[in-house]
């Protein structure tokens, strides 16, 4: 499927599988990735109370992509400025993190403490072989009625000389410490006091090779120039206070950081992401202690959010949105076999800064003001070593503006999912197989938009997992 161009202020009537690369193209150059994931976990106790934990998360995807864009739609029916991008079948990206952090409990005259410290780090890269560039004698192209040029010829020439011409390489890093200290005073007061501290840097190539390129088709992709490091500490703070053994009231603060937020024309990258948010929430437990429900208001203000530029085709900082709204959630045993996990969320998010105009005082896009998802798992031998369990979802979403400056709607949609799984034994350890079922009904919706195009949901789709705890 492809991204769909936007008629008047809603998507155009395509069906799903509308490409703007001849089918042709797909059977014998299909979108491939070949992903693997390594992931160890170990923990010491080494006392009572304390123990020390490590994590390491190993990504690798190996693919292959090809991709025909347009730079412009007539606002009735045809692509125009057609372009064209190939990767090569090396395309490779690595992430590999890890983490280790001590945590205990310690006590200081009336105050229980529940203590966390650690370090963490990761590294991403990315090389990207393949060309880009206009695409030969191309003509625009009726989404109605597409005609498609050859395709296929142009990526069979393509293909073996584009698998060593690298158009691209990123090179990221960031590491961190953090604190945690949970302090339990007297049976009714807790108080949560935690910070981060991050180091981040990207490291990009200075220019993308092209066919148009004097360097094609030898680019390397070298230099990789680092920019500046970039540093930021992020502080979170919670106060909780028990009315009674079963209802509390609490209060949290948040601060954050993500770096990565991409490169504007100039090739300079964009100033990482800043965001700062309170909330003000009641827990109560119902029932017995079987169900738990929270009501919340928050208030979210991010910084330093991208936003696509037409004109330079390269993103731009939009400035600062403000999320502002109320969460409901539910959470428990509605019987003994049957549990229930149910969320309601009212979001009105705004744009409140935005240096080049046009858009301050605009609903961010993408965000829903209502949206909202229930799932019931039914298990008739909850405690047994062997048996079924049965769940089924319905998640709903309310329309959203599909850009910043509130000119078209991504329209509202609901889905429903199913699962079934058994759990049963192998010699000493607990093992289970489980299969999900997503988008059961096979509903046609636009999942997000941006750049005045829609991308399509997934349709439904069948995944299954085998799982042997050791």
Same mark, same amino acid.
């Given at each position: *499927?492809?991204?769909?161009?936007?008629?008047?202020?809603?998507?155009? +009537?395509?069906?799903? #599988?509308?490409?703007?690369?001849?089918?042709?193209?797909?059977?014998?150059?299909?979108? %491939?990735?070949?992903?693997?994931?390594?992931?160890?976990?170990?923990?010491? /106790?080494?006392?009572?109370?304390?123990?020390?934990?490590?994590?390491?998360?190993?990504?690798?995807?190996?693919?292959?992509?090809?991709?025909?864009?347009?730079? !412009?739609?007539?606002?009735?029916?045809?692509?125009?400025?057609?372009?064209? @991008?190939?990767?090569?079948?090396?395309?490779?990206?690595?992430?590999?993190? %890890?983490?280790? *952090?001590?945590?205990?409990?310690?006590?200081?005259?009336?105050?229980?403490?529940?203590?966390?410290?650690? +370090?963490?780090?990761?590294?991403?890269?990315?090389?990207?072989?393949?060309?880009?560039?206009?695409?030969?004698?191309?003509?625009?192209?009726?989404?109605?009625?597409?005609?498609?040029?050859?395709?296929?010829?142009?990526?069979?020439?393509?293909?073996?000389?584009? +698998?060593? &011409?690298?158009?691209?390489?990123?090179?990221?890093?960031?590491?961190?410490?953090?604190?945690?200290?949970?302090?339990?005073? !007297?049976?009714?007061?807790?108080?949560?006091?935690?910070?981060?501290?991050?180091?981040?840097?990207?490291?990009?190539? *200075?220019?993308?090779?092209?066919?148009?390129?004097?360097?094609?088709?030898?680019?390397?992709?070298?230099?990789?120039?680092?920019?500046?490091?970039?540093? /930021? $500490?992020?502080?979170? /703070?919670?106060?909780?206070?028990?009315?009674?053994?079963?209802?509390?009231?609490?209060?949290?603060?948040?601060?954050?950081?993500?770096?990565?937020?991409?490169?504007?024309?100039?090739?300079?990258?964009?100033?990482?992401?800043?965001?700062?948010?309170?909330?003000?929430?009641?827990?109560? +437990?119902?029932?017995?202690?079987?169900?738990?429900?929270?009501?919340?208001?928050? &208030?979210? @203000?991010?910084?330093?959010?991208?936003?696509? *530029?037409?004109?330079?085709? $390269?993103? #731009?900082?939009?400035?600062?949105?403000?999320?502002?709204?109320?969460?409901?959630?539910?959470?428990?045993?509605?019987?003994?076999?049957?549990?229930?996990?149910?969320?309601?969320?009212?979001?009105?998010?705004?744009?409140? #800064?935005?240096?080049?105009?046009?858009?301050?005082?605009?609903?961010?896009?993408?965000?829903?003001?209502?949206?909202?998802?229930?799932?019931?798992?039914?298990?008739?031998?909850?405690?047994?070593?062997?048996?079924?369990?049965?769940?089924?979802?319905?998640?709903?979403?309310?329309?959203?503006?599909?850009?910043?400056?509130?000119?078209?709607?991504?329209?509202?949609? =609901?889905?429903?999912?199913?699962?079934?799984?058994?759990?049963?034994?192998?010699?000493?350890? #607990?093992?289970?197989?489980?299969?999900?079922?997503?988008?059961? $009904?096979? %509903?046609?919706?636009?999942?997000?938009?941006?750049?005045?195009?829609?991308?399509?949901? =997934?349709?439904?789709?069948?995944?299954? =997992?085998?799982?042997?705890?050791?």
């Amino acid at each position: *499927d492809a991204p769909v161009p936007v008629i008047g202020d809603r998507p155009a +009537a395509l069906p799903r #599988h509308f490409s703007i690369i001849d089918p042709i193209s797909w059977s014998e150059f299909p979108y %491939t990735a070949s992903r693997t994931l390594i992931g160890l976990q170990w923990t010491y /106790a080494f006392a009572e109370g304390w123990k020390v934990t490590q994590r390491l998360h190993y990504i690798r995807s190996d693919e292959n992509q090809q991709g025909v864009y347009a730079d !412009g739609f007539d606002g009735v029916a045809n692509y125009t400025g057609i372009r064209f @991008t190939h990767t090569g079948p090396n395309w490779l990206r690595t992430e590999l993190a %890890t983490n280790l *952090d001590l945590s205990g409990e310690v006590t200081t005259g009336p105050l229980r403490h529940k203590l966390l410290v650690g +370090a963490d780090w990761s590294r991403f890269t990315d090389d990207t072989p393949g060309s880009t560039g206009d695409l030969p004698g191309a003509a625009a192209l009726n989404v109605f009625a597409p005609v498609w040029p050859d395709y296929a010829t142009q990526l069979r020439a393509l293909s073996a000389v584009d +698998a060593s &011409n690298v158009i691209w390489r990123d090179r990221s890093w960031d590491a961190g410490v953090y604190f945690q200290d949970e302090i339990e005073i !007297g049976p009714r007061w807790l108080v949560l006091v935690s910070g981060r501290y991050d180091w981040a840097q990207d490291a990009y190539s *200075d220019t993308y090779g092209t066919r148009s390129e004097a360097c094609y088709p030898n680019c390397t992709g070298y230099p990789v120039t680092p920019y500046p490091t970039d540093r /930021a $500490f992020s502080p979170r /703070a919670a106060l909780l206070y028990r009315i009674n053994p079963s209802t509390s009231l609490y209060f949290s603060y948040a601060k954050s950081f993500g770096s990565a937020n991409g490169r504007d024309a100039g090739g300079l990258p964009l100033k990482p992401q800043i965001g700062e948010q309170y909330e003000v929430g009641l827990k109560a +437990a119902m029932f017995g202690g079987r169900l738990t429900g929270t009501a919340s208001i928050f &208030n979210l @203000t991010k910084s330093n959010i991208p936003e696509y *530029d037409p004109i330079n085709v $390269f993103p #731009h900082i939009v400035g600062e949105a403000r999320s502002r709204g109320l969460e409901l959630d539910l959470l428990g045993q509605l019987t003994p076999s049957l549990s229930v996990i149910a969320s309601y969320t009212y979001d009105d998010a705004v744009i409140t #800064h935005d240096p080049y105009g046009g858009t301050q005082g605009k609903q961010l896009s993408g965000a829903a003001k209502s949206f909202g998802s229930v799932w019931l798992k039914y298990e008739p031998h909850a405690r047994a070593a062997k048996g079924w369990s049965f769940g089924a979802g319905l998640y709903a979403t309310g329309r959203r503006w599909g850009d910043d400056a509130n000119t078209w709607v991504l329209p509202g949609y =609901a889905r429903v999912d199913l699962m079934a799984a058994y759990r049963f034994g192998v010699g000493a350890h #607990h093992a289970s197989i489980q299969v999900n079922v997503n988008n059961l $009904f096979d %509903t046609s919706y636009f999942d997000h938009g941006g750049y005045g195009m829609a991308a399509y949901g =997934a349709p439904r789709t069948v995944m299954s =997992a085998l799982r042997v705890d050791f």
